[in-house]
């Protein structure tokens, strides 16, 4: 079955650490995205990928990093410079070009410690 | 900064009922427009998609529609379910922003059985 896989489903971090998430995609999709979720809110672009090697800013970059290496897979890393990590983390991807729909990981429950 | 807004933020109905969540975005300059359903602790599930060029799209008891020219996209269920019970959340690609979702907060439907 093609779909995204997000994992781990619950992560905890301490105090001053990193913590990656996982994200991979066996749909054959070019570009991926990762969003933050608060309760009550909207969805959050953190970061996206059009293409291997290669990634932008979203609306809510400061505090997280990515990486590109390989096409199926976009890990997540929150820094400890991020604040206020505790939030539920979605992995996207989506089809080269414009306005295609993404389809969406089951996502990942981040807490502090 | 182009936004989505969703009316009502919650809905409780008796099963059975049809009922109407509301979608408004900014620019009636969009890819398209996306309905998602998020049952809780879970990622997003694609429910229809609205192209730019269309005006309406059905999915059983689902049917979205699209009015790019007052900015609104209605997502209309007939007949609900307690299966229904879950958070709609409406999205939106404006062209400003390439591939980029913007989401709006939800609603939370609950239906009573």
């Known amino acids: 079955d093609g779909g995204i896989t997000q994992s781990p489903k619950y992560l905890f971090r301490k105090e001053g650490q990193n913590v990656t998430l996982s994200c991979e995609q066996n749909?054959?999709?070019?570009?991926m995205y990762w969003y933050r979720q608060d309760p009550g809110q909207g969805l959050r672009l953190i970061y996206y990928s059009q293409i291997v090697n290669d990634f932008q800013k979203g609306d809510i970059a400061e505090g997280y990093s990515v990486s590109r290496e390989k096409k199926e897979s976009f890990p997540l890393t929150v820094t400890s410079a991020q604040k206020n990590p505790t939030a539920f983390y979605l992995c996207?991807?989506?089809?080269?070009?414009?306005?295609?729909?993404?389809?969406f990981g089951d996502g990942t429950r981040l807490s502090i410690l | 900064k182009q936004e989505v807004t969703q009316i009502p933020a919650a809905l409780s109905v008796p099963e059975g009922e049809n009922l109407v969540l509301n979608c408004s975005f900014t620019d009636s300059a969009i890819y398209n427009l996306q309905w998602f359903r998020q049952d809780p602790g879970k990622g997003l599930t694609s429910l229809l998609l609205?192209?730019?060029?269309?005006r309406e799209q059905t999915s059983g008891r689902l049917n979205a529609s699209l009015d790019k020219s007052s900015g609104r996209s209605t997502l209309y269920i007939a007949a609900s379910q307690p299966g229904d019970s879950a958070t709609y959340l409406c999205?939106?690609?404006?062209?400003?922003?390439?591939?980029?979702?913007?989401f709006g907060a939800g609603t939370i439907l609950r239906v009573k059985s």
């Open positions: 609205i192209q730019s060029s269309q």
């Open positions: 999205a939106v690609i404006y062209r400003e922003y390439g591939n980029k979702l913007v």
């Open positions: 996207a991807s989506s089809m080269q070009g414009l306005g295609q729909p993404q389809h």
């Open positions: 749909l054959n999709h070019d570009a």
